[in-house]
């Protein structure tokens, strides 16, 4: 018993838990609404969104994972080394956008808790980011966060297809219209892209296999696949959402305008199907409160010796803080929609740094980045780019 146990733990080893890790970070509570909200709007022609923004994320992360993995340096400190002083920039814009999605983050475990027990919001916050310095504190960081993503991740996943199955989708219209779509949002497209590898999202696992030791040109082919593992692990838990969304949205039920991923869950499996809703939630929030207190804490460690030395002191005052925040003034929308907005930005000027950085042989060494994947790469930052400078625009205008 005891070896299969052991054997559970390294299931898939740090490769598996750094997909994990990126997977659970961008499945949060904004995942959650996203999903159930432009499944609102499109019906079964979301699906066809889902499979575009796969093939970005794809281009965006396997560039930036095999950049990171084969000059064995952090984001931050490829920068510096492709213009003195860039990395500070960098950095302050993942972390300042990690510090407003992780109030967010903190609010849905306060209100996984509300749903699962009643408890108060406040209250729920609280339990939670002390159960998350716990995790950090517990153990060794990084076989903390290999464990506990993968039994999350897959927690998540199960109790979302279950919900699936009792929604009774049309499968097949499904995915007729993921190949052939009714119609196309691009905003949509921008908005899931943004939230599967804007932002801190992409480097998190990233970050993690460098810590692990997996590096350098003899290891890519794990870096390769670990990158689409994460990719695949969060595009399954969304299109297992879109699938119930569309269950229960033809069968007659009206979305919560506040919560829209409740009435999902709840209309599909009644009370029990809340239930579920409020551990999925749970789940979902406080993996992500931990992919971004690693990784934005990850962006900064490597600056001076003592900050690296106190890695997980710095990762519990970034949780304290966010937490304080939400109990202290409630969710700020403003915050949050402007980190939004931010965070699609973020995509196309780090990638941008990455892609400059593998043509210079002073930071890649012998490294030679293949020519079609700095094509994909520019291509998404075009995309990216240009979409994301309106999201912003739009963004800024609405909260002046």
Known sequence: MPSKLFKFKQ?????????????????????????TVFTQQLLTSFGFVILISILIDIGAQL???????AS?????????????????????????????????NIAGCGLGLNVLTGMSFEKGAMISAVFALLLFWAREIGSMLDGFTKIVGTV???????????????????????????????????????????????????HRL????????????????????????????????????????????????NNPAS???????????LRIFGVVLWSAAISSVIGASYTSVSFIKTFHPSLQKHERLCISIFIILTTFVFVAVGKPT??????????????????????????KPRIMQDYKHPVWMQLTGWTVVAVMGWMGGIAIQETIHKMF
């Open 156 to 206: 998540k996943i199960l109790l979302t297809l279950f919900i699936a199955f009792s929604a009774h989708p049309p499968l097949a219209t499904a995915i007729h219209h993921t190949i052939i779509p009714e119609k196309i949002s691009v905003a949509a497209i921008v908005t899931i892209v943004g939230g599967t590898v804007g932002g801190y999202l992409t480097f998190s696992g990233a």
């Open 334 to 359: 403003e915050l949050l929609l402007l980190a939004g907005a931010v965070n699609g930005l973020i995509l196309p000027i780090a990638l941008s740094i990455m892609l400059i950085a593998a043509t």
């Open 11 to 35: 299931w898939g080893g740090a490769g598996l838990g750094a997909a994990f890790l990126m997977a659970n970070s961008s499945i949060g509570p904004g995942f959650l609404t996203q999903t």
């Open 72 to 104: 064995e340096l952090r984001a931050q400190d490829i920068s510096n080394k492709l213009l003195p002083g860039l990395g500070y920039v960098l950095s302050v814009l993942v972390v300042l956008g990690g510090f407003a999605f992780n109030i967010g």
């Open 63 to 69: 560039n930036t994972w095999r950049i990171l993995a």
């Open 263 to 273: 009435t999902v869950f709840g209309f599909a499996a009644g009370e029990i199907g």
């Open 210 to 257: 460098l810590d692990a030791g997996i590096k350098g040109k003899q290891n890519l082919g794990k870096v390769n696949r670990s990158a689409i593992q994460g990719i695949a692990i969060s595009t399954l838990m969304r299109f297992v959402l879109f699938l119930a969304t569309v269950g229960v949205l033809l069968q007659g039920a009206v979305l919560d305008r």
